[in-house]
């Protein structure tokens, strides 16, 4: 080869590099991230998702994309925003707190791995095959906030109980998720001996009026769906708790930072570093079908001594000795 058409050669290889840099950053994975409500109700919860994506050593902007999809609360937009992830041909589709987005990511392809964190029981709803082995593109954290209902509601009569009846606040929109509860808390009721009253709210505009009606059908107490405490700040319905003096039990324990009564059930936070570590790891080449679901082995207990005597209940001795965590 003449020198010169060497040189010109070398110089077209060398100009190529840039291009083929370019094309491997291109071709970074891109995750779908699809949640029912909005950055700023998640905000806290996202930096644990992306802890645990680090974990796995991915960091966004580096070697991962993320799309984020939010449904602004509307359970109806999510099947749309599904098959949009789907149509964008994202490497891995994580659907967090929502047991409806599952069942339409689900709905939207058989191909795409999902990671979903839901709260129905996923064999029940046909999310997966199985726990130990989900089988298809499925895989995830199953919070159990069906199945524990029961328990709440037993948590709350510890503090009222003299109550004949206890208020159930749900979200109807999210209709599998909320059925599941009721069916599992109404068990629980009657097991008790309790008349369950169930009030709606599927958007924040509803709370007064949902509270008025608690008030109104002389509630002793309030079982707080998670599904509904996803739609707003957790102060939202605190306030309206405290207002109208409402003793209530909350899922989830974002509640008692700002004044909550109790709350009982899975560490949210874990449960989103979790669903990072899964998105991982199946960015990495693991399968959803060999990733078992995740269920949580260990429930916390939240007492706020000082809401309860506001509320001019006694928290018994016991009580307090059995919760995770005491706020005076």
């Known amino acids: 080869m003449k020198r010169r058409a060497f040189i010109t050669l070398l110089g077209g290889t ?49 070697n991962v994309a993320i799309e984020y999809r939010w449904a602004q ?7 749309t925003l599904a098959a949009e992830l789907v149509r964008r041909q994202v490497s891995v589709i994580v659907i967090l707190e929502s047991t409806h987005g599952a069942l339409s990511a689900k709905a939207a392809t058989q191909t795409i791995p999902i990671v979903c964190m839901q709260a129905a029981d996923p064999v029940q709803i046909d999310l997966v095959a199985s726990l130990n082995r989900p089988g298809g593109n499925i895989t995830g954290i199953n919070l159990m906030l069906a199945e524990t209902v029961g328990k709440r509601l037993e948590r709350l009569l510890e503090l009222v109980p003299a109550a004949t009846s206890i208020a159930y606040l749900r979200n109807p929109t999210a209709a599998v998720f909320s059925e599941n509860e009721r069916r599992e808390l109404q068990a629980a009721a009657r097991e008790r001996g309790i008349r369950l009253l169930v009030v709606n709210a599927s958007r924040p505009s509803e709370f007064e009026t949902a509270f008025a009606d608690v008030v109104q059908q002389r509630a002793d107490g309030l079982v707080v769906s998670s599904a509904v405490s996803l739609l707003t700040d957790p102060d939202q319905i605190v306030a309206l708790a405290a207002r109208h003096a409402v003793p209530a039990i909350y899922a989830l324990r974002q509640s008692m930072a700002v004044g909550g009564l109790m709350s009982y059930g899975t560490n949210y936070f874990s449960a989103w570093r979790q669903a990072g570590v899964y998105t991982g790891r199946i ?19 939240l007492i706020n001594l000082k809401t309860a005597k506001a509320l001019g209940l006694t928290v018994p001795l016991t009580v307090q000795v059995a919760a995770d965590e005491v706020i005076e």
């Open 14 to 62: 060398a100009a190529a590099w840039p291009l083929a840099a370019r094309g491997q950053q291109a071709a970074m994975p891109v995750v779908g991230f699809l949640h029912l409500t909005s950055l700023e109700l998640t905000r806290d919860l996202l930096a644990a998702f992306h802890r645990g994506l680090g974990d796995t050593g991915y960091i966004e902007g580096r």
């Open 283 to 301: 960015l990495k080449g693991e399968k959803p079908a060999d990733l078992p679901v995740m269920q949580p082995t260990k429930f916390e207990l």
């Open 73 to 79: 609360g509307q359970n109806d937009r999510l099947p």
